[in-house]
């Protein structure tokens, strides 16, 4: 009996027989983007940037609710039994990810719309003035504001945190199985938000500002990375070879290329010639870290569904 759960646990987890597809990693990345995009917005919003009509902030909410929403669309396109996604709702349990994710995802709609109402473009108040005298009556409680910003950051941390919790939760895949995952995906949900919203900036002032604030999360990621190899690599032999993924096997090329040196030092580079005025400002950098962002997310599902515990674990041989 014994011999044939380990069987099947084995045939379960073999990374030939199941490989998610696009889905997740598209999730991942959308959710990471949005909850980076939330922190900035909730920032700008508590430091009184709203007082500015150029503030990215009354632009980020539109951005964050169309990113979500593909984000979660993605998701249910993931799921097996999408009729029953209702009992996520209906079935909360404190021990599961996915019924906290469910629910924080809930609340983050709300938050952007919210985000939205503060100031409306000019051309839909025109249309409808009640929404407009409604966003202006908004805008000047002041109480309201700094309740919004604080709100935003903080369904923001969660957000951001919770995409890597997901994968953590995932004791069987070692790859995964790091409690620094989701301060990367943190840092790496961060440093693609202060990229798009560098893109969509319209103040020359906050651009540059973003560029900077992009830089610290890149190097914050790298670091981040060095310290889960360090901590992998210092591991029992699951962890090794967990490491060995993106050290001497299948991802290495593809991490290390596209991740590291496109998508963190090179942009790095960019920005700080920019930051510096060696350079002007340029969309490269950003585009660049977008993409190494989206990327990591494929390489770490991927990654860890390669990573497994041995039978040899199970059985004692």
Same mark, same amino acid.
């Given at each position: 009996?014994?011999?044939?759960?380990?069987?099947?646990?084995? =045939?379960?987890?073999?990374?030939?027989?199941?490989?998610?597809?696009w =889905?997740?990693? #598209?999730?991942?990345?959308?959710?990471?983007?949005?909850?980076?995009?939330?922190?900035?917005?909730?920032?700008?919003?508590?430091?009184?940037?709203?007082?500015?009509?150029?503030?990215?902030?009354?632009?980020?909410?539109?951005?964050? +609710?169309?990113?979500?929403?593909?984000?979660m669309?993605?998701?249910?396109?993931?799921? =097996?039994?999408?009729?029953? #996604?209702?009992?996520?709702?209906?079935?909360?349990?404190?021990?599961?990810?996915?019924?906290?994710g469910?629910?924080?995802?809930?609340?983050?709609?709300?938050?952007?719309?919210?985000?939205?109402?503060?100031? !409306?473009?000019? =051309? +839909?108040?025109?249309?409808?003035?009640?929404?407009?005298?409604?966003?202006?009556?908004?805008?000047?409680?002041?109480?309201? #504001?700094?309740?919004?910003?604080?709100?935003?950051?903080?369904?923001?941390?969660?957000?951001?945190?919770?995409?890597?919790?997901?994968?953590?939760?995932?004791?069987?895949?070692?790859?995964?199985?790091?409690?620094?995952?989701?301060?990367?995906?943190?840092?790496?949900?961060?440093?693609?938000?202060?990229?798009?919203?560098?893109?969509?900036?319209?103040?020359?002032?906050?651009?540059?500002?973003?560029?900077?604030?992009?830089?610290?999360?890149?190097?914050?990621e790298?670091?981040?990375? +060095?310290?889960?190899?360090?901590g992998?690599?210092?591991?029992?032999?699951?962890?090794?070879?967990?490491?060995?993924?993106?050290?001497?096997?299948?991802?290495?090329?593809?991490?290390?290329?596209?991740? #590291?040196?496109?998508?963190?030092?090179?942009?790095?580079?960019?920005?700080?010639?920019?930051?510096?005025?060696?350079?002007?400002?340029?969309?490269?950098?950003?585009?660049?870290?977008m993409?190494?962002?989206?990327?990591?997310?494929? !390489?770490?599902?991927?990654?860890?569904?390669?990573?497994?515990?041995?039978?040899?674990?199970?059985?004692?041989?």
């Amino acid at each position: 009996m014994n011999e044939l759960v380990i069987t099947r646990h084995n =045939e379960m987890i073999d990374p030939h027989l199941s490989i998610w597809g696009w =889905e997740i990693p #598209v999730y991942l990345f959308l959710g990471g983007l949005v909850a980076g995009m939330m922190i900035i917005s909730g920032y700008f919003i508590l430091t009184g940037r709203t007082k500015n009509t150029l503030c990215s902030c009354f632009r980020i909410p539109v951005i964050g +609710i169309v990113a979500i929403s593909l984000g979660m669309f993605a998701l249910f396109l993931d799921l =097996e039994h999408k009729l029953y #996604v209702w009992n996520l709702y209906i079935n909360f349990k404190w021990q599961s990810p996915m019924s906290w994710g469910a629910w924080i995802l809930i609340f983050i709609y709300p938050i952007l719309i919210l985000g939205i109402l503060i100031r !409306i473009p000019d =051309e +839909i108040g025109q249309r409808f003035p009640k929404l407009l005298d409604l966003s202006n009556k908004l805008r000047n409680k002041q109480q309201f #504001v700094k309740l919004l910003g604080a709100l935003s950051m903080i369904f923001g941390g969660l957000l951001g945190a919770y995409t890597a919790v997901l994968l953590s939760a995932f004791s069987a895949r070692p790859a995964w199985n790091s409690p620094m995952l989701w301060t990367l995906f943190l840092a790496s949900g961060l440093s693609s938000a202060a990229a798009l919203v560098h893109l969509i900036g319209k103040d020359p002032a906050e651009r540059h500002m973003l560029a900077k604030a992009d830089n610290g999360f890149l190097i914050a990621e790298l670091i981040i990375i +060095i310290l889960m190899i360090i901590g992998f690599v210092s591991s029992s032999k699951v962890h090794i070879d967990a490491a060995r993924l993106i050290l001497s096997g299948p991802f290495t090329a593809v991490f290390w290329v596209f991740v #590291v040196f496109i998508g963190i030092i090179i942009p790095f580079i960019i920005q700080i010639l920019s930051v510096n005025n060696k350079i002007p400002h340029t969309n490269v950098a950003p585009i660049l870290v977008m993409i190494g962002g989206l990327i990591l997310r494929f !390489i770490v599902v991927y990654a860890g569904q390669y990573s497994h515990w041995s039978r040899n674990v199970f059985t004692g041989y």
